[in-house]
T-cell receptor, first 113, second 110 residues
Framework: DGGITQSPKYLFRKEGQNVTLSCEQN?????MYWYRQDPGQGLRLIYY???????QKGDIAEGYSVSREKKESFPLTVTSAQKNPTAFYLC????????????FGPGTRLTVT | KQEVTQIPAALSVPEGENLVLNCSFT??????LQWFRQDPGKGLTSLLL?????REQTSGRLNASLDKSSGRSTLYIAASQPGDSATYLC?????????FGTGTSLTVIP
């Protein structure tokens, strides 16, 4: 089945620890995205990548880092510098930036205490 | 910066009723607009995609329209069912980024 997988579904960390969220797609899409969703707010873009080995900051990139070494993988690291990391994180992909629709993974809920 | 607004924030209707969800955006320079459905604790499911050159798209009981010049889109749901209960989000694509509204939470009462 083609789609986007995110793991784990739930993640718990202590404050001050870095944590990496996984996102894998087998849709052969060029573009991949990371969003954060908080209650009562729309999705906010953290980072996006249009091709391998290239990525751009979104609106709320501070405290996050990404890599895009393979077309199918776009991991997100939440660093200790992120002041309020507890949120629902969603990964998405599209065939390319522009006219194509986005497809989403099931999300990872991160709780930092 | 593109701003996307969805009104109402919440809507409750009896089963069988037709309903309209609204989405407005501030910058008409978009590539397309996409409607999504989100169930609690889940990812987003794509419902309809309207390209900037199109006026509407239909899928089953769903019909989405786009008036780019006025910065508006509507999602029409016919003959609503309890299984339609979810949050509906719209997103506009400016080429590099998608900008999302905060969603409309729909409850269909049996």
């Amino acid at each position: 089945d083609g789609g986007i997988t995110q793991s784990p579904k739930y993640l718990f960390r202590k404050e001050g620890q870095n944590v990496t969220l996984s996102c894998e797609q087998n849709l052969n899409h060029d573009a991949m995205y990371w969003y954060r969703q908080d209650p009562g707010q729309g999705l906010r873009l953290i980072y996006y990548s249009q091709i391998v080995n290239d990525f751009q900051k979104g609106d709320i990139a501070e405290g996050y880092s990404v890599s895009r070494e393979k077309k199918e993988s776009f991991p997100l690291t939440v660093t200790s510098a992120q002041k309020n990391p507890t949120a629902f994180y969603l990964c998405a992909s599209s065939a390319s930036a522009g006219v194509y629709e986005q497809y989403f993974g099931p999300g990872t809920r991160l709780t930092v205490t | 910066k593109q701003e996307v607004t969805q009104i109402p924030a919440a809507l409750s209707v009896p089963e069988g009723e037709n309903l309209v969800l609204n989405c407005s955006f501030t910058d008409s320079a978009i590539y397309n607009l996409q409607w999504f459905r989100q169930d609690p604790g889940k990812g987003l499911t794509s419902l309809l995609l309207i390209q900037s050159s199109q006026r509407e798209q239909t899928s089953g009981r769903l019909n989405a329209s786009l008036d780019k010049s006025s910065g508006r889109s509507t999602l029409y749901i016919a003959a609503s069912q309890p299984g339609d209960s979810a949050t509906y989000l719209c997103a506009v694509n400016t080429g590099n980024q998608f900008y999302f509204g905060t969603g409309t939470s729909l409850t269909v009462i049996p």
